[in-house]
């Protein structure tokens, strides 16, 4: 199996899909950059130099034609990896599929379908190739409703399934994707797009020599939710977390393994992270609530005790890639003490656990499946944090309620706190909540009709 280290990719399929130009949708400038972007990552020594006639590129297509033809006919052609990346504009039909909007694409959800690339195309393409290992990265709203029907890539029953996928999505099933604006910069780039590839040319301290799409991903993860950007998803299968998609140039083992021509231009010109932003809300102080008053069920915790360091060396154990399945027992026991101790993000680390949203990845079981945790305690610990002035305590509790409850009315109602604290991702999420309701589309699949008040 070829990787970013030995870079033999003879065999292998990339197609990059990028549409910024629009004539119903509203032009996305980031995505034109994001893609090349994407396009220069690949065929760098970086990720092992794709060979240019191996990355197939479709650059503004206005019309659907011949597409899902040409798709199967490029990812047939994979025998070792096929890759797939779109940017620009998600959208979804009447049925919720997910629609990769082209230039003609209508806004009608009638007509999505039939005026854009559905991801049920880019799937049965997928399920043609017999390529060992299958990446799709999408960036664009709505980009979670790819994980549908089992969240296979390839594979029926009568069907022989690939060894290894692994599905990148920027937003949610009902949620909008970022992109930077002209006004921010003169080059935009779709965040997801940005920090992934900020990130992978920058490396990862204390990884191997060649990067893995498991620890790329997680450090994606983290860097968007801590700056307020829109949470991503990912689907994972068998051996893909574990394809050398770059290398690590933070690790100088890779120096070693680059051959010495390439090793300039591997190791130079590392991009600057990006800053993070402020984790509370505006007055945060009004906020606060008297823990007497809490509820009888759980009792904050008036002891002295290090809640900073408690809580760093649970998110430690939790983010930590060379240690799987995690020892999710000795987390919750930190989260909590230092959650008692009034720690607000640990008492949201904490919702998530309870909840059961991050509980199947940690534990390796079910992967990307949440759980049925103990929605009660996690209601909990999200609404301390949230009333305590925590942005993402506000957000999870207003996805709790749209994605677990169907309660709309409370997850509009917390969207708005934690947007109104600057968390993007809060509000690409109510926007796309209002957008649903307006348009009388009702409840998610999984979610249970609302009945009643908050509870």
């Not at 399934?161 to 002209?182: C, D, I, Q, V």
């Not at 290090?306 to 939790?318: H, I, P, Q, V």
């Not at 999200?382 to 169907?406: C, H, T």
Request: glycine content about 8%; hydrophobic content about 40%.
């Amino acid at each position: 199996m070829p990787d970013a280290l030995d870079g033999d990719f003879s065999r292998s399929r990339a197609v990059l899909i990028g549409t910024w130009d629009y004539r119903h949708l509203r032009a996305v400038p980031a995505a034109e950059h994001s893609s090349h972007r994407m396009r220069s990552l690949l065929t760098s020594p970086l990720c092992g130099n794709w060979p240019e006639d191996r990355v197939s590129v479709v650059d503004n297509r206005a019309r659907l034609g011949e597409l899902p033809h040409e798709l199967v006919l490029w990812l047939c052609d994979a025998v070792d990896v096929a890759l797939f990346y779109y940017v620009g504009h998600g959208q979804y039909d009447n049925d919720d599929r997910l629609c990769l909007a082209l230039g003609d694409s209508s806004s009608d959800p009638v007509l999505r379908t039939t005026t854009s690339l559905t991801f049920d195309a880019v799937r049965l393409a997928f399920r043609a190739s017999k390529a060992a290992t299958k990446i799709a990265i999408l960036d664009c709203c709505f980009a979670g409703l790819a994980a549908g029907q089992d969240s296979k890539l390839a594979g029926a029953p009568d069907m022989p399934r690939s060894p290894g996928f692994y599905l990148m999505m920027a937003s949610g099933e009902f949620n909008a994707a970022w992109f930077e604006t002209t006004a921010e910069s003169s080059r935009p780039q779709t965040y997801f797009t940005k920090y992934l590839i900020d990130l992978t040319e920058s490396g990862i301290p204390d990884q191997p020599a060649g990067l893995s799409l498991g620890p790329i991903f997680d450090k994606v993860a983290d860097a968007l939710v801590r700056d307020g950007k829109p949470a991503p998803g990912c689907r994972v299968s068998d051996h893909a977390a574990d394809f050398v998609f770059a290398r690590n140039r933070a690790n100088p083992a890779a120096l070693k393994a680059a051959p010495p021509y390439l090793a300039h231009a591997v190791f130079n010109s590392a991009p600057t992270p990006p800053h993070p932003q402020a984790h509370t809300l505006p007055d945060s102080k009004s906020c606060e609530v008297n823990p007497a008053t809490a509820g009888d069920a759980i009792k904050l915790s008036s002891t002295d005790v290090d809640a900073d360091g408690m809580y760093s060396a649970a998110y430690r154990l939790e983010s930590d890639w060379n240690n799987y399945p995690k020892n999710v027992a000795k987390m919750e026991s930190l989260y909590r003490t230092a959650a008692e101790s009034g720690h607000t993000d640990a008492m949201s680390r904490l919702g998530l656990l309870l909840e059961g949203r991050i509980r199947p990845k940690l534990e390796q079981s079910c992967p990307g499946e949440a759980l049925d945790g103990d929605i009660d305690a996690a209601m909990y610990w999200y609404k301390e944090a949230a009333r305590r002035g925590n942005i993402f305590g506000a957000f999870w509790l207003g996805q709790l309620y749209e994605d677990r409850l169907g309660n709309w009315f409370d997850a509009l109602k917390w969207y708005e706190t934690a947007a109104s604290g600057g968390h993007q991702g809060a509000q690409a999420a109510l926007n796309g909540l209002q957008q649903r309701l307006a348009l009388g589309l009702g409840p998610l699949a999984h979610a249970h009709e609302f009945e009643g008040g908050d509870r």
